[in-house]
């Protein structure tokens, strides 16, 4: 790729090496965030000043509407110093793109005072909706909010309910809320991922206006209202398959922070009386989560260039592709978890020490298990049966 928003662009390379360069401030800042519970504020300040929220962001509003390739990679190299930054960088820098497909004036609400305005969200179909004229009243309690305590909007899951159907997914949408329309509630005391700040966020009977609302099923058809704005390849893009990659992607980031770690620990580790670093189970655990981490990139990169090939062909992406993508997605954290775990055991003794940096790290890629993204099993039914010959059966693709 050599376009302007792409992997080979100079400011794609930028950006990478904005991240590479923030690496030793975010490992310092790791203990912090977990004290916190929260990515520290100066974080996020430092997020804004490199330009990360604004990769996938219209370039109407200041940003540089890239590839998700571009985005990604940068979370890798974050997620390498500090899950938890990662984590947050990923799940709230990608509402920039996600607001672009919601009908213009939702855009407008957000950012006409300040484009730098962060959205979190919560996608859980919980809420209880009423239509009514112009919009709908909107109430519930939905959690893990990542990074809330930084944004002024957020993003909730709700059906909107017909006499012919109560709860049909088919008729799932996404609400965009204002923060004097929701209150956060600090819970969020958790074992891995602790600075994340995923704390609950309540909303009663607030009104939200049609137009900041946005239908799963236009997200799936790729045909959204803010096309009719942003109509580059990237906003053609199916909604879940570029959300889901923010939600696994800092667990392959980790992955490679906890080789590292574990590299170093066998540079000095005496097991018995030979050196860790010349035990061959500990060197070819070392091949293996290698392997692994660079298979995964490899696929994570080749779909999303296969997706936006389709898109600037202005052809629709294979749903059989589709399933297969999400599926890609869905095993990264299981695979990242069992080969942290790998490490772990193989570190001795002191790896069940608090403040092990392998241990911290095995434990945040185990909590990026509990998302619902990321449960592999359904997904790996469905393409099973589409390899088979049957119908896809997810609608979330």
Sequence with gaps: MTNAYGMESPRAKEL??????????????????????????????????????????????????????????????????????????GVVAVHNWQLAVFDDQAAQDVW????????????????????????????????????????????????VPTPEAPFDMANYRTFLVPISDYEIVDNWDVVGLQGTGSHDVVIDDAFVPEHRTHKSMDGFLCDNPGNAVNDAPLYRMPFMQVFVRAVCTASLGALQGSLDAFVGVAKTRMVGP?????????????????????????????????????????????????????????????????????????SGSSGIRLGNDVLNRHLDILASQAHVANHASPFGHNLGGVVMGFDNADFAL
Excluded at 55 to 71: K, N, R, S, T
Excluded at 303 to 328: K, S
């Design 16 to 89: 990478i090496e904005a991240a590479r360069a923030l690496q030793p401030v975010l490992r310092e800042r790791a203990d912090e965030a977990r004290s916190l519970r929260r990515v520290p504020d100066a974080t996020i300040a430092d997020f804004q000043a490199a330009g990360f929220f604004k990769i996938l962001q219209p370039e109407q509003w200041g940003g540089y509407a890239m590839d998700p390739q571009v985005f990604y990679e940068v979370c890798l190299v974050t997620a390498e110093a500090c899950m938890s930054s990662a984590w947050v960088l």
């Design 112 to 159: 006409a005072e300040d484009p730098t305005t962060l959205i979190s969200s919560s996608y859980a179909p919980v809420g209880k909706v009423t239509p009514v004229d112009g919009g709908f009243r909107l109430s519930g309690r939905w959690s893990f909010s990542s990074g809330c305590q930084h944004c002024k909007w957020v993003f909730v899951g709700a059906v």
């Design 274 to 346: 030979t050196k860790m670093s010349d035990d061959p189970f500990a060197r070819k655990i070392m091949a293996e989560v290698k392997t692994s981490i660079e298979e995964m990139k490899l696929v994570m990169h080749r779909n999303f260039d296969e997706m936006m090939a389709c898109n600037r062909a202005g052809e629709p992406i294979p749903i059989g592709n589709r399933v297969q993508y999400r599926y890609d997605s869905g095993v990264v954290a299981d695979r990242c978890a069992e080969m942290s775990g790998r490490m772990l055991k193989a």
